[in-house]
């Protein structure tokens, strides 16, 4: 199965910066990567789904200029929180597009902003 | 719409007591079942997949059961260490998407 890795696992920020969130898949490459934020005490909600090479597409709600995604590679899709406010601190989670039944997703990233 | 739902929301057991978590969805169409357990701040660790034609399956101290014609998944939790203590979440596959519907999880807490 694939393994993904997130990085950072955990970031403060300061509100109005911007922060940027990596997903890599080390063995499988991703065609599409799933993104995903978690509030505390909440289920995993689907943001948005980035496509390798071409615009990523936005689930209902997300802001895509405050959300920007990059797959600019198939090993590799960004997500950058721009202007980060405290109300954007949550858990944000990768996970690769496999045509395996199993789903593996990154560690996940903490994203605090003070 | 797709959704599915799970109980409890917590549960707190002893330290080698078992226990049955349910999950009740709606998803279609159905592909697959899946049961996750995700510890605390970590991304979602995959313990059990089912198709539409599987009814149980085990790995370890876990089992699931998937019945089609209620809707219905449960898991089951043998011998529960403290290391059992975590979320487990539920989570629907559609046919013909790659996209989750994700349960809003049961917390599991194991006491010694």
């Known amino acids: 199965g694939a393994v993904v890795s997130q990085h950072p696992s955990w970031v403060i920020c300061k509100s109005g910066t911007s922060v940027k969130i990596e997903c890599r898949s080390l063995d499988f490459q991703a065609t599409t990567m799933f993104w995903y934020r978690q509030f505390p005490k909440q289920s995993l909600m689907l943001m948005a789904t980035?496509?390798?090479?071409?615009?990523?597409?936005?689930e209902q709600g997300v802001e895509k200029d405050k959300f920007l995604i990059n797959h600019a590679s198939l090993t590799l899709s960004t997500l950058t929180v721009t202007s980060a406010h405290p109300e954007d601190s949550s858990f944000y989670i990768c996970t690769p597009r496999s045509s395996d039944v199993e789903a593996f997703f990154g560690q996940g990233t903490r994203l605090t902003v003070v | 719409k797709n959704q599915v739902e799970q109980s409890p929301q917590s549960l707190i057991i002893l330290e080698g007591k078992n226990c049955t978590l349910q999950?009740?969805?709606?998803?279609?169409?159905?592909?697959?079942l899946r049961w996750y357990k995700q510890d605390t701040g970590r991304g979602p660790v995959s313990l059990t997949i089912m198709t539409f034609s599987e009814n149980t399956k085990s790995n370890g101290r876990y089992t699931a059961t998937l019945d089609a014609d209620t809707k219905q998944s449960s898991l089951h939790i043998t011998a529960s260490q403290l290391s059992d203590s975590a979320s487990y979440i539920c989570?629907?596959?559609?046919?013909?998407?790659?996209?989750?519907?994700f349960g809003t999880g049961t917390r599991l807490k194991v006491l010694a």
């Open positions: 999950c009740n969805y709606t998803v279609s169409p159905f592909s697959n």
């Open positions: 980035s496509n390798e090479g071409s615009k990523a597409t936005y």
């Open positions: 989570v629907g596959g559609a046919s013909g998407t790659y996209k989750y519907i």
